[in-house]
């Protein structure tokens, strides 16, 4: 039931089977610590969609950085030091916990970090500032800083107590970068940043480590998304699923053992605002090409080879066969899900969204 991030429109449906109900009906502790950003009042609240021990925030983003006082369990809880410091102290204490008790556990460790408001010590981002990039890109950078020690504190953690050959960790983010006017943030040479259906605004990193299970160092190239997350954690822990459950295992990819027509499915996005608006852009992505599409502006469509150009810069929509090909799974999809497209949608003579997008570097 989740649309978006505001007004009432990130609430999830309480009825919804989570993760969390899924691994603690299996015997699993839960944690849960930083953002949950699914709803502000019960029904919807970590403790009661499967978490046993939240210590975080209900909403979108934190606006006190600096020894806050977040929630622990539904009460408030006082805490000392930087933010994405004191989630990181939690998250390893629920796990020695777990260790000690023999228990087997999943914790979910979702940063605020790096989000606005831009609070961090400078010691984090004044090289940034030295190197003449803007203040508040350098401060986004130092965030990051902070987080990646953080991370390294968490794997040193792992090893310190013997559990890395025991524990799966993952760590992945949710879309690209934001920048405004001429201030941009590195982003990989790709097109375009967060809020838009370009590979600059959705394509994110998601790394998988497992010492011993899995091979290092291996990079795989089939497109995945956050619906094959569940599945994966099932099958390499053995629970059954959902049978309606979204999403594929990526366990034969993650192993190195996948066959070539491994994904033939299509991923479909949108991107609309208000929340309550029509859509106003449009993409549907395969694992080798896209289509983008704006209501009310065929003239607009653009068509990606994103295996040759990852970088989104050459618009293919005049190979008429590929473009009837993508925009009849394009239609295929959009009558699944109840999607029509009104007489007369969007005004017509403008010129397309020029796309904002860094220099390559």
């Known amino acids: 039931g989740v649309r978006s991030v505001t007004n009432g429109f990130e609430t999830m449906a309480p009825d919804e089977t989570t993760v969390a109900e899924i691994f603690s009906e299996n015997g699993y502790r839960m944690g849960l610590f930083g953002k949950w950003h699914l709803g502000e009042n019960f029904p919807s609240l970590p403790n009661a969609q499967g978490f046993g021990e939240f210590v975080g925030f209900r909403t979108g983003h934190f606006d006190d950085y600096f020894d806050p006082t977040l929630e622990r369990n539904g009460r408030p809880y006082p805490t000392k030091g930087y933010i994405t410091d004191v989630l990181a102290d939690e998250a390893m204490r629920f796990m020695d916990q777990s260790r000690r008790t023999r228990r087997p ?3 979910y ?3 605020t970090a790096p989000h606005t408001p831009l609070g961090v010590e400078e010691r ?4 940034f500032l030295e190197k003449g990039i803007p203040e508040s890109t350098a401060r986004a950078y130092g965030m990051v800083e902070n987080l990646d020690a953080n991370v390294g504190r968490l794997l040193a953690f792992l090893e310190k107590k013997n559990l890395s050959r025991n524990t799966l960790v993952l760590f992945l983010s949710d879309n690209g970068p934001i920048w405004r006017g001429t201030e941009s943030r590195f982003n990989a040479g790709l097109r375009d940043k967060k809020f838009t259906v370009f590979e ?3 394509r994110t990193q998601c790394f998988w480590r497992w010492p011993g299970r899995l091979p290092e160092g291996e990079t795989v190239k089939t497109v995945a998304a956050h619906v094959d997350v569940l599945p994966t954690l099932l099958d390499f822990c053995g629970l059954k699923p959902k049978s309606d459950a979204d999403g594929r295992s990526l366990r034969p990819l993650l192993e190195g053992r996948s066959p070539a027509d491994w994904r033939t499915e299509y991923f479909y996005e949108y991107f609309k ?16 090409h896209k289509l983008v599409v704006y209501p009310g502006h065929e003239e607009w469509t653009q068509v990606f080879d994103l295996k040759s150009d990852p970088y989104e810069t050459r618009n293919l929509a005049g190979d008429a066969e590929l473009r009837a090909k993508l925009q009849a799974a394009f239609d295929r999809q959009a009558q699944a899900v109840g999607f029509t497209w009104p007489a007369g949608w969007g005004p017509k003579g403008e010129s397309p969204p020029a796309p904002a997008s860094p220099k390559k570097k």
């Open 273 to 288: 605002e208000p929340p309550y608006a029509p859509p106003t852009v449009l993409a549907l992505r395969t694992t080798t």
């Open 109 to 111: 460790l979702p940063f």
């Open 105 to 107: 556990f999943f914790c």
């Open 200 to 202: 600059g605004g959705i």
């Open 124 to 127: 984090f981002f004044r090289k």
